[in-house]
């Protein structure tokens, strides 16, 4: 059943919808552009995020605002922009890029401008000092973008670094129902007024598209990525990411459109079953992400890696979670760089466990179980 669309505020932006049109996944034509756009509209979503790395989303998206603003040109000036510009960019290439971006559009201004992929130390170094402050104040000085932001796969300490840098309005993150782990973060985002965006919980939040039999039932009576959504809203994160490459791929944006609440008994209860089914599988060998193993000697992500053991094992995602573990090492600053065979059994680990996990043997069968032969990423 579909309610009526809500909006949340996103930094100093105007409002978007609890969800937002992520175009990655529509790249093959510009007719498939404007299907998925228009179903997007009929769920009521306002807010659409591309780049330029989506190879040629932002001229298929550009083809299709301008075919509606013929058609519609109401609904055209309800919607919301956010494109993207990777870091480490010299001043006149940024100003050179945004240009072309914005042509690619057919817009003369930009919503939103994010730094995409404010993964390392030195990606915040030159936006807050370097090439992309200068690059960032051209663009808000010159009205051609209405405020800056930053989306980021990198560590939560360097993610805390920029929040708190007071320069960015709005950031898009990792935040999902399987990995909890930056949700603080986004609560004081959020109550500073920075607009936040979960990346992908569909996809890199689980798969849960295609979710497993013993995740389904699980989440039952819910539909796993019905409850992960529901989650992520009732947390107060300002808008979903939903990477669709067919009009159906919005069928639960427009089911949640109005979805703007709090969980309901009913919700909370599924969400506790959930994690005592995980619990139940996986017994005392569960690892409960706390971090205090770290800092590896050997830079091994054990609580990164031990999250995918317990999705494998404990809700059956072991699809999902050997996926993303044969990306490690392979995709650059994006995702981790070292899997569990880096692990020597040092024993540095085990002391500061609280939960007194056998760490290297649990990272052996990690890497046993998880390790496959790479996948291409979608793009970059």
């Known amino acids: 059943m579909t309610t009526e669309a809500s909006r949340r505020p996103f930094g100093s932006g105007r409002p978007v919808s609890l969800f937002t049109l992520g175009t990655m996944r529509t790249v093959d034509s510009s007719a498939q552009m404007e299907a998925v756009l228009m179903a997007a509209l009929a769920a009521g979503i306002n807010h659409l995020e591309t780049a330029p790395a989506y190879g040629p989303a932002e001229s298929f998206l550009g083809a299709a605002l301008q075919a509606l603003e ?11 922009i956010t494109s993207k510009l990777l870091p ?10 945004l240009t072309a ?33 200068e690059l960032l104040a051209w663009a808000l000085g010159e009205g051609l973008v209405g405020q800056v932001g930053f989306s980021s796969h990198g560590p939560t300490a360097l993610i805390a670094k920029a929040l708190a840098s007071a320069h960015f309005s709005f950031c898009s993150l990792h935040l999902h129902l399987f990995d909890q782990e930056r949700i603080p973060l986004a609560r004081a985002a959020l109550a500073d007024g ?53 009009p159906s791929d919005l069928a639960w944006a427009r089911m949640l459109a109005g979805a703007d ?20 599988r996986l017994g005392e060998s569960l690892c409960g992400q706390c971090r205090q193993c770290l800092p590896c000697p050997s830079a091994v ?11 494998a094992l404990g809700h059956g995602m072991e699809s999902f979670a050997s996926e993303r573990y044969a990306l490690i090492g392979r995709a650059g600053h994006w995702w981790e760089q070292h899997d569990a065979s ?13 939960l007194g996990l056998p760490i290297p043997e649990l990272l052996a069968e990690t890497h046993q179980r998880l390790a496959a032969p790479p996948r291409r990423r979608l793009w970059g």
Request: with cysteine; glycine share 8%; proline share 7%.
């Open 301 to 311: 992500p054990i609580p990164a890696l031990l999250r995918l053991r317990n999705l």
């Open 261 to 280: 609440h709090r969980l309901s008994e009913s919700e909370h209860q599924a969400l506790e079953r959930l994690e005592r089914a995980g619990r139940n």
């Open 101 to 133: 971006l914005l042509r690619r559009l057919r817009i003369e201004r930009l919503d939103n401008l994010a730094v995409h992929g404010l993964n390392l130390s030195e990606h915040l170094q030159w936006a807050l000092h370097g090439p992309g402050k």
């Open 194 to 246: 920075i607009g936040v965006m979960a990346i992908s919980p569909a996809d890199k939040g689980g798969r849960l598209y295609a979710p497993p039999i013993e995740l389904v039932a699980d989440c039952a009576p819910f539909a796993p990525l019905e409850l992960a959504y529901r989650f992520l809203l009732a947390e107060g994160i300002s808008t979903l990411t939903v990477g669709a490459a067919q």
């Open 70 to 80: 013929t058609r519609h040109p109401q609904q055209r000036r309800g919607l919301v």
């Open 88 to 97: 480490g960019l010299t001043l006149a290439e940024g100003k050179s890029q």
């Open 342 to 354: 880096a692990c020597n059994r040092c024993g540095d680990c085990l002391p500061r466990c609280p």
